[in-house]
Each structure stands twice: as structure tokens, then as C-alpha cells.
């Protein structure tokens, strides 16, 4: 039962009052603990008849024992708030049932039965967005992890496949259109109201059920499949947006063909439909046939999304759409096991993606989110193994850590075995697990087997969290180079001492003079301490290391700033001059930030850094949208995660300080770079997508050296983008800088696009994330702006996650910027738990920031976890953040 959400103690009760003092304590499942279901239910069959207030939902369940489990009297059904209207068994009226707090648990004395149940649900008073629920006046589903059970009475674990056949019906002017899983087998029309039959041939796990009832419009397609069959493709968006679906068309037919490529997978249902939704809690869900889409991650064209919107679209359809195998046809055991199918399936969509567009831009920006959001997260009380151990609330750990570093060490595996190899390995776990619920164990053994690896040592990925350290050391004497190598795995919560892991480092030396190398090569450290040598050296070479960011490490070297500046102009791989420009920066910064710079060293470290950005500004054989990464600050959260205690005002005015000195050292080359981009015309090539890339950070730069330069560029800009990448990038620059210039544009692009949501998010994030002082003035205006509501997930988002995620207002001196984030997170806690649990993290961060603002952070923390009712969510982040 959901203790944390029982109700308050009536007054007047000591007792009881001492008792509701106490901490609550939501129970705590154990990976370890997995047990096999007593039963199988192989088919279900629903009936809903819908409504916007009340759906009444009759579900009848075949259950069978599980030969393979302990024999039990009864069979336990998940429920999530609901009650029982009507409970049948066999038949006839069933009185053998109890509730045991929010489940129904039924008393079955033989070993076959039919239960049929009933249960009735208000889809519009559902603000969790979990089960089924009601956006725009259409309904829909939600119910992965487990929202299935806020629909009917299941055993609604991922080990649990079934056979569904559903019938759904409503008013047709309501719902004229009415989706579910699988083929639609029959229609028919009764009076006011119609219905539809839908059947899904493959068994599947309940929290891939999902059904859509709404006015809505398809853009239609097909696929042809590698075997020759013909899918119906459909996606279905409100009326009015149909013309901002053809990119998402056209990624999923790239998907598909690219899954047949890549990794021999074919689409298995004659029908394949996707449903944008605007009010959603995740990015989109793979549900069988039927896959439900955050509008954000459907609709674009070039006049409202941009360039980065239609690369998410791209990653994020591919994503769903492999699902169908790394997830779907294969699925989880339990939550534990989400890795499974989620680290996989980034994997997936990223090399999709890489394979789509710029491959060594994708890889930056992939590793950039990692060292963004998972590094943090593996340094700080919410650190977890990528296979986590024990949870309270299974939605707190849709992480970075599950999603991102579970795609890093896959991908460390792919690296280690070869493409092919690796390919030998997935098509043998395709092979081997097909139609079953599979372990995180099953995959390593695949891969192991297929690829003909030895994964023993290596399996210690899945279960120790923490980001290893690398110390590397490269000497020199005579012939030979010899790299010295250390590693060290941090504690983290729960986990004190750790063992070393296999750390696959690609790596290249560099000739001083000829500026090549004789071939990358790749050691694997499986030691504390390792030495590797290298002969024929008669100049001590250049190290390169981590190239390609092999492995989800930190290195720490101490490279002379020469080496880097060698390696941002000259290392072949992109990635690592991408890496050499970042530590040259990030260096910079790091000792500039804790006071040890002395005034001759700050002028010779920035001279270097504007030799290294100098070069890359005018380098021809770069394309834009890598000149783009070459000239990206290390951001302020990486910095600070570089720092054992950080102090975010000093790294932000370091941050700035170095932006203005290169803007105005670099000035006439910043200037040329705009003037010849300018003239690049709209398109979606990535020769124009990198002149627009670059375009907006040359006026981030002016903005700091040359503000009243940077407001004329950027007002210019605003007013001639004929694209939303221009004008975005363009005010988001204005709104930074006080100014007439920037009251107007704000004010023009609210009335131009006022209506679209997703357009007008994006108004939301550029003011609360700006470099302007008062953005917390003008974050509490935005929450009493009449488009604010706390019930639609992307609008939160948009104004208080591009908060808490600008470390300059959110750990402002005062501390105002934590209350408002812990004040967001008590109001919308009782509305959308999930959503509200999401931003805790931010606060938990308090252990690496300086001692007053962590006192202040630990204060908030502590007020939450004082309210009375806290959603299970919200109460183990909190708990688990206070530590
Ligand atoms: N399984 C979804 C995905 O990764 C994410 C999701 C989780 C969506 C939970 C909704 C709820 O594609
Ligand atoms: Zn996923």
C-alpha cells in the first residue's frame, strides 16, 4: 500500500498524532527478493466504455498456476486506487477476495479460472497522467511503470504476458477515432456511440497496454519490411498540426529501414501508429503498435522548431520504435532489470542518430549529457548502479544513470568485441530471449557468447555505482613511452569500497613534429594499476586518450597546455580535440575559480586558449556544426563537478570573464565567422544547420565582450530569421541583456506565436534561464503569467527545470532560488507526483556546494520533508538527498 500517501491523523489523538510525526516509511523492494509470479495470466480481454468523467472498465482475465512457482492459494491483483464494483470467478459472484491496503487479493482454489472484473475510473480528474487520462478532451494512457493497475485490478508486473483483446466504445463525436494495441479486427456503430475491437497477437507485459479515444487526424504512410511486408503507418496529431508531422514520418521510416541494417530487425505487426499528446510526464512511450508521443517529440516545422528539436524528434522516434525489440519482444523481468531495455535502446537510437547526421557531433553532445546530468548524479547522494539494488518509488529511477551510462557500457562492450562481433552477440540475445522476460544477466551472457568475450570481470559495471577516475601518466626514456595507469571507483551510497572494473581506453601517440600517429590502439585497464609500453619513440609523442570517449571515466592528467593546444588543432579523432579544447578551457577555469592563478599564469593560460580557439574559428577542413563544439565553453555544471566543493558564483563569473576575453581577443574572426554564415540560405543540411550553430554562439561571445554590439546582431537576427533556430538563438541573446531591444522582441515572439504551446515553452525557458540578474523577478512574474499551470508537465518544465538548471539563479547568495524550487515541489506534489519528485535532485546536490548555500539547500530539503502527505516520490528523494 502507499503508506505516504495515507490520510492525515484526525486532531485530538495524541497518539495517533505521535504516530503521523513519525517519518513515514514506504517499503522497500529488493532486487534480491524477485520471486516468479504464482500465476499466468495468458489472456486478457477489456471492455471500456468510455467517457471523460467516468470509464467503466470490465476486465476478464484468464489465469492459469505457474507450474514454475510456489503453489499459493490466492493470486494477489496490483490496484491503484480503485475499488471493486463487480467480481466474478467462473461466473459466478465472487465473495473469496480482500483488500490488502490498494490490491485485491483473491482466493483461488484451483488451478484454472476466469475472473472478470469491474472497475470504474475518472479519466479527467487523473493529474498524475499515470493510467488512463484525459488531455485536450481526448483520452489516453500511461502505464509504464505501473500505471496499468490505475486502470484495472492486474498483476501488474513485466513478467506477466498476456494476449490482449480489447473493446472499447464512446460517443463517436467525442472519440470518433479509437486506437489500442495490435490490428483493429472490428468496428460498429450503435446510436450516438461507436466501437472498435483491437487484438495483439504478441503477449506483452500490462505496462505495455495503451488505448487513445479522440478528434484526431492521421499524416499516413507505409513501410515495406525487409521480408517483403507492407506496414500501415500512421501518426495522429489534433486538427491543425497535421503539417508539422512529416519529419516524424520520415524518421520512423529511417528507423525501421536502419533496424533492418543494423541489427536484422524487422517490424512485426501490419500496423504502426503514434499519438502526440500535449500532456505527458516522459519524453514518449513505446507501447505495442500504438506508441504515445509528448507533442514535443513529434511536431516541427522550420518556422517553430528547431535545429535541435528536429534532431530529438529523429532520436526519440528511432528510440521508441526499437523498443519493439529491445523491450517489447524482449522485456524486463522486474524494474531492476530496466537497463535492459533502456540503456540498449539508447544505444541504439545513438548510433541511429550518428548514423543519420554527423556522427562525431552526435557522440559529443551524447557525452555532454552524461558528464551534464549522469556524472552528478553518480557523485551525489542519488548515485545507484546502472542495475539498481533496492527502490521505493520504481519512477525515481528512470535516470541518467539507467538510461545513459546503461548505453555506455554497452557501448564499452560493442567496443571491445568490434561491430561485427558485437552484432553476433545482440542476434544471439534476440535469439535466445525472444517472447521472454529477460535479465540484464541474460544480455551480458548473450553478448559474452555470441561475441566471444570474457564479460566476468567486466559484469561489475552492472552493479557498482560511481564514475571511475583515471589517473594517466605517460613517460618517456629512450625508445620507449610507457603510459602508467590508475584507477579509482569513488564510494557511493551503500557502496564503500569498490573493485576494479575493465576500462576500455582507446588511445593514439602523437609524432611532435608530423602531427600524426601510427594507429589508435586500445589497452583495457582491469587493474588498480597497469603500465603499457611503447617502443620506437625517439621524441617523447603526445598522449590521446579516451578518444572517441571509449569509456564513462574521468581522466585526470596533467597535460602541459602545449600538448592541448596540439591536440585541439591536430588529433584526428574529433572527438578528442573536442575533449583537448574542454580541458584547455576547463583547466583555465578550474584553478582561475579556486583563487590559485597568479596574474602571469591567467595571461599565458588565456593566451593559449585563444591561440587553440583562434585556429579553430578559421580552420577550413572543420565543418560548421563541429567548429560549433570546438568553440563550447565547459559548461558551469561540469566545471563544478570538476570541483570537490563548488562555489557557483565564482565559476560563472570566471565562465563570462573568459567568454568576454575571447570575444574581444578574437573580435575580427568571431565577425568573419558571422558574416560568412549569414550567408548561408535555410535548409536542413548540415553544412546550413552548422552556420546557424555557429551564428548564435558568436553573439553568446559578443554578449559578454561587446553587449551593445551583441544586442544590434541579435535584434538583426531576431528580425530576418526566416527559422526558429535564428530567432531562439537570437533572443535568447537579447534576453540576457537589458535593453529596449529585448522588451520588444520578447513581447514580439509571445504575440507571434502565442497558442503554441510548445513555441511558447520555449518564451518561458529563454527568460528563466537567461544571463539577466533579475531572472528570479522574472521567474515569479512567468508563474502568474495567465499560459503557467501546474498541470501540464512541459510548461513546469519550461519555466523551472530551465531554472534549476542555470546554476547562476538557482544557487543565488540569498537562497531564494532554492525556496522557489522547494515551493514548486510542495505544490505540484500532490498534482503530479512524478513530475514534482523530478526536481529534488537539484537540491540534493548540497554536499558539493560551498557551506552556507549547502546549509540553505539542506533547510529546503528538510521543509519538504516535513509536509504532511508526501507522494511515495517525492519522500524517498528527499530522504535519500538528506542522506
Ligand atoms: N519507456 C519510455 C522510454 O524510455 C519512458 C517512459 C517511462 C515513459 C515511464 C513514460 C513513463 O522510451
Ligand atoms: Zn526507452
Known sequence: MDIARTPATPDGNPEMADAATEPHKPAIIKREDYTPFGWVVPEVQIEFELGLELTRVVATLKVERNTAAERTPTIRLNGDGLTVRELQCDGETCEGYMMDGDDLVVTLPGDNHALRIVTEISPAANSQLMGLYASNGMLCTQCEAEGFRRITFFPDRPDVLSTYTVRMSGPKAQFPILLCNGNRTATGEQGENHWAEWHDPWPKPSYLFALVAGDLVARSDSFTTMNGRKVELNVWVRDGDLERTEHAMESLKRSMKWDEETFGREYDLDLFNIVAVSDFNMGAMENKGLNVFNTKYVLADPETATDGDYDGIEGVIGHEYFHNWSGNRITCRDWFQLSLKEGFTVLRDQLFSQDMGSAPVKRIEDVRVLRGVQFPEDSGPLAHPIRPDSYSEINNFYTATVYNKGAEVIRMMRTMAGEERFRAGTDLYFDRHDGEAATCEDFVKSIEDGAGLDLEQFRLWYSQAGTPKVTAKLDHSGETAKLTLKQHVPPTPGQDSKRPMPIPLKIALFDRASGTHRGEELVVLDKAE??????????????????????????????????????????????????????????????????????????????????????????????????????????????????????????????????????????????????????????????????????????????????????????????????????????????????????GRLLDFYNRYEGNALVIDKWFSLQASSLHPNAIEHVKALREHPDFTLKNPNRVRSLYMAFAGTPHHFHSPDGEGYRMIADLILELDPINPQTAARFVPPLGRWRRIEPKRAAMMREQLERIAAAPKLSRDTFEQVTRSLG
Do not use: C, W
Open 530 to 743: 597497469d603500465t603499457f609500453a611503447f617502443d620506437g619513440f625517439a621524441e617523447a609523442p603526445v598522449l590521446s586518450i579516451n578518444r572517441t570517449f571509449s569509456a564513462p571515466i574521468t581522466i585526470e592528467r596533467s597535460a602541459p597546455r602545449e600538448d592541448l593546444v596540439f591536440l585541439a588543432a591536430k588529433d584526428d579523432d574529433p572527438f578528442a580535440r573536442y575533449e583537448a579544447m574542454q580541458e584547455l578551457m576547463g583547466g583555465h577555469l578550474v584553478a582561475a575559480v579556486s583563487g590559485e592563478l597568479g596574474e602571469n599564469e591567467r595571461i599565458a593560460a588565456q593566451a593559449d586558449i585563444a591561440r587553440a580557439m583562434g585556429a579553430v574559428l578559421v580552420d577550413e577542413s572543420l565543418d560548421d556544426l563541429m567548429r560549433g563544439e570546438l568553440m563550447t565553453l565547459p559548461s558551469q555544471s561540469y566545471l563544478a563537478e570538476q570541483m570537490l566543493v563548488a562555489d557557483p558564483t565564482r565559476i560563472h563569473e570566471e565562465r563570462e570573464a573568459l567568454k568576454a576575453f575571447l570575444g574581444k581577443e578574437l573580435r575580427d574572426e568571431f565577425h568573419a565567422l558571422y558574416d560568412r554564415a549569414e550567408k548561408a540560405p535555410y535548409s536542413l543540411d548540415l553544412a546550413s544547420r552548422g552556420a546557424r550553430k555557429v551564428k548564435t554562439l558568436v553573439l553568446a561571445f559578443a554578449a559578454a565582450s561587446d553587449p551593445a554590439k551583441a544586442v544590434e546582431l541579435a535584434a538583426h537576427q531576431y528580425d530576418n530569421a526566416d527559422n526558429m533556430t535564428d530567432r531562439q538563438g537570437a533572443l535568447m541573446v537579447l534576453t540576457g541583456i537589458d535593453s529596449a531591444e529585448r522588451t
